[in-house]
Every structure is written in C-alpha cells, then in structure tokens.
C-alpha cells in the first residue's frame, strides 16, 4: 500500500479515539502498525484478565503475520497455545474452554480456513447460550485475516463477513485503523457472545497513532456497534469497512478536488452495526453508496441499503462489491475483484453524472 | 534398478531443483509474511510460493510407480508431484508468472497447478484438502472397473486434520485403490510436527485402520521407488488402500520469504549432507558414471567393480553423459522454459468471467 494511501487514513482516522482526548490523546499515541496494535491489545487483555488464552497454529513464532509476537515469551505454552492443523477441535475445544470459563482467542490463519470450522462456529459458538436457555455464556474471539491478499488466489483472499453476520449469536467486527484494531479487539475480549473479528491481511503494515495510556480514548473507539465518522461532506455518503476506508478516503479526497462533498462512515462492526448514523448522514445527504470488497451479491451492503430504503424512501442508494466470481491469481484477473480508489470515484462520477 | 532408469530418476529430480531454484528467485518480494515485506517492485512470481527442495525423491520415485493414466493429488507444495507426473515445466512457469498459457490460465498460481492430461487433478491451497478427493477419484476409477490407482500426496501436518483419519477410514473400508503417500519434512509452516502429533505418524494411524504401510528414506529415491513399487502394485491388483510414509527434510522455509529462523541450523546442515540429488549422484558414480567430462578417471577398483555392474544393468560410462553434463542440459531447458513463459500474454481481464458455472455464471450482480 503506498504511503499516500497511508496517509489518507491517518489523517482523518483520530477523530475516533481523539474525539474526547483532543491535544494529549495525540501527544500520548504510540506509532503502531495493525499487527503490532492487535497483538498489544492481545497482550494487554491477557496481562488484565488471566483467563484469556490464545490457541491456533505457528502463534508460538508470532504467527505468519506476526500479530502474535512476543506473547508465548510472555505468558508461556499454558496461555499461548500452539495447536496442531486442527481447525474443527481448535474452534471446537475454544467452545469448550470458553464454557468452562476461560476467554478463548482463536487464530484460524485467513477466513478461508474458518471454513473448516464452521459448524463450530455456527452450530456451536453461535448458538449455545440461546439453545442451553441462557445457562451458558461463550466469550471468545475468533480472529480471521480477511480479504485479498495480492497474489495469494482463490482460496487464501475471500471476504466472507456476510456468512456471519448472518448468523444470530455472532457479533462481526472488521477494524480498519491500527487505533480500531488496539481497541475493538480489547472490547471484543471482553464480550460475553463470541465475536467474529475479520482483520484485512494488506492492513498489517498500516501504521498509525493509538493512544494507548488515555482510557477513555480507547474506550470511546472500541465501542462495538458505533460507526466512526472519517470524513464529513454534505453531497454523498459513503458507508464501508476494513480496507475499503482507505479506498474510499482516498476518493473523497479526490473528488473533493473536483467540487463534490462526500462523507465517509467507517462501520467498524457489521453486526450490530451502527443503523442510526448511517441512516442520519444518508438523510442529510440523500445519498447513499456502501462500498465493500466482499462479492456484491448477497453482501453485506445489501442489508445496509434495504434497511435504509424501507425507513427513508426518498434516500438515493447504491452498492459497490467484488463481481461474483472467484478471485483471480494473475494481475489482470485479481483486478477485476480488488477494490480501489479508482473504482469509488467512477462509481460516484457515473451516478452523478460528472 | 538399472542405471538407465536411475539416470532418468536423477533427470527429475534436477528438473524439479532446476525449476524451483528459478521460481523462487522470481518470487522474492512477491508476498509479505514471516516478517518479510512486500518489494516496492512486484516479483514477477507473488503469493506465497512452497518450495519442495530436499523432498524431490519422494515425488520422483512415487510417480516412477505409476502409469500415465494413474492419478495424483497434490498440495500447497506440489511443484515437484507436477513435474514427476510429466506436467511441463514451461506451462508450470506460465501459470506460476500469472500468464494466459499457464495450466489454469493464471487464475491459480503455484498452490492451484492441475493438469488433467497428465492425471495431475490439482495442488491444493487448504490442507488435507486433496485427500477425500483422492479417495473420491479412486472410487470413481474402481466404479468403472478401471485398473487406474491414485497417489495421494499429503504433509506430516496434514494428518491431524479430520480429512485424513474420515478419507483412511473411508478408502479402507470401500477397498479403493489409492496409494496415500505422507511426505514427512518434519514441519508444519513453522511449527515442529512432531511436537503437535501423538504417536508414530501417518503409518502408525494407518495400521491402526489395517492398511498396510511402508516407511522409508524419503531422500532416498531408490528406496522410496522400490516402496512405491510394491504398494502400487498391491493397490493395482485390487489389494485396498496403501500408506507410504516417506521421511524426508524442508531444506527451505515453509515459504520462499520465510527465512525459518526458528530452526537449528545445524538442523539444516546435517540434512543437507543427505541432500536426495546428491545421494543420486554419489550412486550413479560408484556405478561408473563421471561427475565430469574433464575429471580424471575413477579409479580402478571402482571401475572395475562399476563396470561389473554395468554390464548387468545397462550401458556403461563411456556411453552416457557426465553428471555435469546432464546437469547443465536439465539448467538449459527449465531456463528455455521460463523464457518461453514469460513470452506469453497475460490474460485478458474479460477472462477472470470466465469458469466460474454455467448458470448465472459471469456476472457482476
Ligand atoms: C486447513 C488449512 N489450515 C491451515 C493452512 C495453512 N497452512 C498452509 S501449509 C501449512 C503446513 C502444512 O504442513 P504439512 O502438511 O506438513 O505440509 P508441508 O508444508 O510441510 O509440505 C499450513 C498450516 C491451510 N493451508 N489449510
Ligand atoms: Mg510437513
């Protein structure tokens, strides 16, 4: 990702945290990529709570995106456990833990292998504390890397929030910020239900300020179901999440350029999912498009756009996603599935007409 | 074996070296993992790329043991299970570079090469993934009364996935003939195998379901050819299924920008002294081939005594090719087949709406 994309983000992301903390929130930050954020708040919570465990495949070595470095020197084989290429027991022996009172976080290495885990996930996790008529809580965390991961094909790039959000008993974070990762995470380890936490595998190397010492900061952007505004404009809204903030950051920036106003809401958490700030910018603007990476059909944008649609009729609304089709290895046939800046202001200059 | 057919084993296995030492100079830079970034200039090879240095016997001398309409299945590392099957290295680099003449047309790189006209039905990005399909082609195969067998291609970390235990349990009891096949290098990504798996291994849990089992030097391809030989054959004359465990090293890391620092080195050095090329080599010579066209004569005893065996097995020294030569020649053709690769056109972009099913297929929305 280039600097200037970086940048974009950067930017206008610490309104989120710094919306309460002003000058010395800024002063307090701590310069952190996605990875290292993730990993410190994982360390934070297991320094604060020593029911939290780790478990999933290479976290011993930090895992293969380093998120998990440093932990297993800290806190030892008993809390940070390495697991055998085991998805189903690992997912299944979360829930089991997670029953039994500890705060299970599961590595799964990408999304795509949540599959191999999904009745865990979904018949299990999902639906426990409301089949077993609430004698039972199931606090973990289910970590999945998501999205295209250049080069990496087919299997190893979907984004698949949808399929969860679908699924009632499921809270679905997807942070896009190093400050969302710190403090979304923290948040969703201490959840009572489990909660789907999709990580975008190109936002590893993104860094930015995360005040990690002004508490209410971090509690102010880790509130799950609050969008987080990251532009203001007056002509458009656009709604996303994930990577697609820094896309559609970026083409704000661009058409701004150009004379039209565009607001920006990072949704931050798909289920529950912030109805009230979307549902007031798109009023205000009486547009709205809602951008994701996930394929188009039967996306999450779909929901985001009925809902809107059956309260405010007079709303104009659009959606950008993935064509339906698998995603590509070669260059040429990954772009047609990947998400850009590009593609964010065409979509807006053929709706407007520009 | 006769030297001949020893020779062409050797052929393999250096197309199979040949082939990845330039797929992975090709990749460097091309994925960021392992603490490795992304170059600011893209390889032309991206995505993560697993190499099979060190392990190339196991895919040489099990494909020795089948015939050309057998099947394979393969996984994420299964450049070398391609070659030895006869896929073309040119194809392979093709589809590797991302380009309209690879086997999948580009759309799957390294860890998605098939090549149905060769009986290779796919390298597999999910692991273990490939083992109920094995099972499922040999079902099909036996069906038809066909007297075709499938090798199937897994890791030692493979086998502590469901899909193993439920696609063992499954061939065993429907008596289909397929040859299981653990490539043991002793690593999972970066993690030990053995401190993740209880017991002996893929053998040991085989057995335990009754399908007999062969363990064997996995650097060794005449030993691993021999054990292919026998269990294919048991498998082809309708015997069930068969395990072969083949215990062989990772010389790289798990993928070409992973440095494994988290192993030994000396761990590496000691299994490079054991290096399947060189043990190759080190036969070939003391059955009378030359290292090169320039070295001076093998002495007498080892003539003498490679001559002896010659004559039994094939032709002699003066009728076949220093190593060196060989060698070189196999260096020339994989570099002719890159070259040729990245001759080939990208693919169109209208293709990426291509394949995808038949109804409703190749859409936008
Ligand atoms: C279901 C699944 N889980 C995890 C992974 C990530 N992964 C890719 S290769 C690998 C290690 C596989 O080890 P092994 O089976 O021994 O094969 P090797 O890499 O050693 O050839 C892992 C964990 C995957 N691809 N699929
Ligand atoms: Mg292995």
């Known amino acids: 990702m280039s600097d200037r994309t970086v940048g974009g983000v950067v930017r206008s992301a610490p309104a989120a945290g710094n919306a309460t903390s002003g000058a010395t929130g800024v002063e307090q930050s701590v310069d952190l990529s996605c990875a290292e954020a993730a990993a410190r708040a994982l360390a934070d919570a297991m320094r604060a709570d020593p029911s939290v465990v780790t478990l999933g495949e290479d976290i011993g070595r930090g895992g293969v995106f380093a998120q998990y470095r440093g932990l297993l020197a800290e806190f030892g084989a008993q809390r940070v456990i390495d697991t055998p290429i085991s998805e189903s027991t690992i997912m299944g022996a979360a829930v089991g833990m997670a029953l039994a009172g500890l705060r299970p976080v599961v590595e799964l290495r990408v999304v795509d292998f949540a599959l191999c885990a999904m009745d865990e996930i979904v018949n299990q996790a999902a639906k426990a504390r409301f089949m077993l008529g609430g004698q039972a809580r199931v606090p973990l965390v289910i970590r999945l890397p998501g999205g295209i991961w250049s080069g990496a094909a087919a299997q190893h790039s979907q984004s698949l929030e949808s399929w969860f959000a679908h699924i009632p008993g499921l809270t679905v974070v997807m942070p896009a910020t190093p400050l969302a990762h710190y403090a979304l995470l923290r948040t969703a380890i201490e959840s009572a239900d489990p909660v789907v936490f999709i ?58 350029g150009r004379g039209v106003s565009v607001e920006v809401i990072d949704l931050q958490s798909l289920w529950p999912w912030d109805k009230q700030a979307v549902i007031e910018s798109a009023q205000r603007t009486g547009r709205l498009l809602v951008v994701h990476e996930a394929v188009q059909v039967a996306g999450f944008g779909a929901e985001v756009v009925a809902t809107v649609a059956e309260a405010h009729p007079e709303v104009k609304l659009r959606r950008l996603g993935a064509p339906r089709i698998p995603v590509g290895y070669s260059p040429p046939l990954e772009a047609v599935s990947m998400l850009t800046a590009d593609r964010v202001v065409s979509a807006i200059e053929q709706w407007l007409g520009l | 074996m006769s030297t001949e057919q020893l020779l062409e084993l050797y052929r393999v296995m250096l197309r199979i070296r040949a082939f990845e030492d330039l797929a992975d100079q090709a990749s460097q830079g091309g994925t960021s993992a392992f603490g490795q970034a992304t170059s600011a200039a893209p390889a032309p090879v991206r995505g993560p790329l697993h190499l099979s240095h060190g392990q190339e016997a196991v895919a040489v001398g099990v494909c020795a043991s089948l015939h050309a309409d057998d099947a394979i299945t393969s996984t994420h590392r299964g450049h070398g299970h391609c070659i030895a099957k006869g896929a073309d290295p040119w194809r392979m680099f093709a589809e590797l570079l991302g380009r309209a003449d690879g086997y999948n047309a580009g759309k799957g790189g390294s860890m998605h090469i098939a090549d149905f006209s060769v009986g290779m039905l796919g390298s597999n990005g999910v692991v273990a993934a490939g083992i109920p399909i ?16 499938v090798a199937c291609f897994f890791g030692d970390g493979a086998i502590n996935r469901g899909p193993f235990l439920e696609g063992l349990n499954w061939a065993q009891v429907f008596q289909l003939p397929v040859l299981f096949v653990c490539e043991d290098n002793r690593y999972s990504a970066t993690t030990r195998s053995a401190d993740m798996t209880a017991g002996e291994g893929a053998a040991a849990r085989a057995r335990a379901l009754g399908i007999a089992t062969q363990v064997c030097d996995g650097n060794d391809v005449i030993a691993v050819a021999r054990a292919a030989a026998e269990l294919a054959s048991q498998v082809r004359a309708g015997g069930g299924p068969r395990l072969l465990h083949a215990i062989t090293y990772r010389f790289k890391g798990h993928v070409s920008v992973d440095p494994a620092s988290y192993r030994d080195p000396r761990e590496l050095d000691r299994a490079l002294e054991h290096d399947p090329i060189e043990l190759t080599e080190r036969v070939l010579m003391e059955r009378g ?65 291509e394949d995808v099913q038949d109804s409703g297929g190749g859409v936008w929305r």
């Open chain 1, 199 to 256: 990580e975008h595998k190109e936002l590893w190397t993104l860094r930015g300020p995360v005040p990690l010492h002004d508490h209410s900061a971090i509690a102010h952007a880790g509130r799950i179901g609050v969008a987080h505004t990251a532009r203001s404009g007056s002509d458009l809204t656009v709604c996303t999440w994930s990577r697609g903030l820094q896309h559609c950051v970026l083409a704000a920036e661009q058409l701004e």
């Open chain 2, 134 to 149: 094995a099972v499922g082609a040999a079902q099909a195969f036996k069906l038809r009364g066909e007297s075709r067998i």
């Open chain 2, 289 to 353: 081939c030359v290292a090169s066209a320039h070295a001076s004569k093998p002495d007498s005893r080892i003539g003498s005594e490679s001559a002896a065996r010659a004559a039994a097995t094939g032709p002699g020294p003066s009728e076949i090719a220093s190593l060196d030569e060989i060698k070189r020649h196999v260096r020339e053709q994989i570099e002719h087949a890159m070259q040729r690769a990245l001759a080939s056109p990208w693919p169109d972009a209208a293709a990426a709406f």
